[in-house]
């Protein structure tokens, strides 16, 4: 397989070390600095525009899949439709996807939608995307993530288990779990557990589980969490990202959102368009601001700036000054565990959105969904198994599944399965897999 990747930044820069790892990959970047980053990948790089038909005609003839990510949405824009109108005039050439980043909200109103009339078979808006995580965040104050699956019949939800926890010490055979519940991941410092019934919880462990939505809202009260709904928000930052995140926050009539950005035209932009937000104008690492503000009675602070830098200072401050809960935007996919191993609660990355979009295109078909988890160290993925798939018609418990990969849930005619030995999977059934980024083609091959 070949792909083509149009920018070579910081999300350019990690589709193409994915990608590499499985195929031919031509990148192209048209900063000297930038092209000369991604000369450290096993890639091709070609200096230049992205969008220039002279260039796209002489790589695009045999490729599978183009995405375009560069900083600016309508030279992506444009090197897909380019790309799709040279193909098109040259009948036997192969069909090529074709991945487009956008962040202006003129052109796209939804994580992730389709332009194909345009030549854009995907488009995606990391910020959106980003928003929309933190929002369900939000709207499940005792986890410090959550996901849903298989439309919503399935959610993943991730648990900190706190110093005076009354589960540090026992046995994750000692949770009380409804049945449609399954601990999948134990995240400890640096060290990514696939749990047995005999692992021992510690304290500051970061557990993931698995289930059924409705059973997974009273897990609270199992991991110590319980608290009040979130109504008390700060939000430091209102740029893209910052605007998208106000907007969902705004529609909730019950909370009370303030929002702190630097920009006085900006401020003015945004006090048009939100009806129920205090919009202040001022800087966020400004400790009297923040005193005056009561930020110690902040149900959560969210720091969402376009600097990471100014993400961790005002998140720092946050938490020191008596914030409950803080939530950072990190663009540099190596800032996020780095923000979570100094106390901040959830690090989040609008990169991840565009990563996991392009690869649940490249592995084939039957990928329904994938989510990167601790800084791409894990992925949880939802398969829908066809009649060509190894793995149905035999129990469980004589595949030989990866060792660093676990089944957490089937879905079969709406039924929800937490799988055991005897457990048999079925054409169509709908699985979710947690598996180390490492096994990840190895778990692949049984859904073929």
Known sequence: MKAIVIGAGEV??????????????????????????????????????????????????????????????????????????????????????????????DYIDVPVTSRSQVGVDIMICPELALASEVAEV??????????????????????????????????????????????????????????????????????????????????????????????????IGCGIVGFYLAKLIDKDESADLKIIEYKKSRCIEVAETLANALILNGDGTDVNLLREENIEDMDVVLAVTDNDEKNLLCSLLAKQMGAKKVIARADRPDYVPLFEMIGIDMAVSPREATVNEVLKLTMGTGIEKLTMLEGEKAEIIEYTTSRYSKIIGKSLEKVKFPKDAIITTVVHNDEIIIPR?????????????????SSVSAVEKFFK
């Open 421 to 437: 030995g005897d457990s048999v999977i079925r054409e169509g059934d709908r699985v979710i897999v947690f598996a180390l980024s």
């Open 138 to 235: 939000l709207s499940s104050p005792s986890a410090i993530d959550t996901e849903l699956f298989a439309g919503g019949k399935v959610q993943m939800m991730e648990f900190a288990i706190r110093p005076d926890s009354k589960l540090v010490g026992k046995q994750i055979q000692d949770l009380k779990l409804d049945d449609c519940c399954i601990v999948s991941a134990i995240f400890r410092k640096q060290e990514i557990v696939i749990p047995h019934g005999n692992d021992v919880i510690n304290a500051n462990d970061h557990m993931v589980v698995v289930g059924k939505p409705r059973a997974l809202e009273e897990l609270s009260r199992v991991f110590g969490n319980v608290e009040p709904h979130r109504n008390r928000i700060l939000l």
């Open 12 to 105: 350019g820069y990690h589709i193409a070390k994915f990608l590499s790892a499985t195929q031919d990959v031509i990148v192209v970047e048209k900063d000297e600095e930038v092209a000369r980053r991604a000369d450290e990948l096993d890639v091709q790089v070609l200096e230049g525009n992205g969008a220039n038909a002279d260039i796209l005609a002489s790589i695009v003839h045999d490729a599978d899949i183009l995405v375009a990510v560069t900083g600016i949405d309508e030279v992506n824009i444009v090197a897909c439709m380019t790309a799709k109108l040279i193909i098109r005039s040259h009948p036997g050439w192969k069909e090529t996807k074709t991945i487009a980043r956008v962040s202006n909200p």
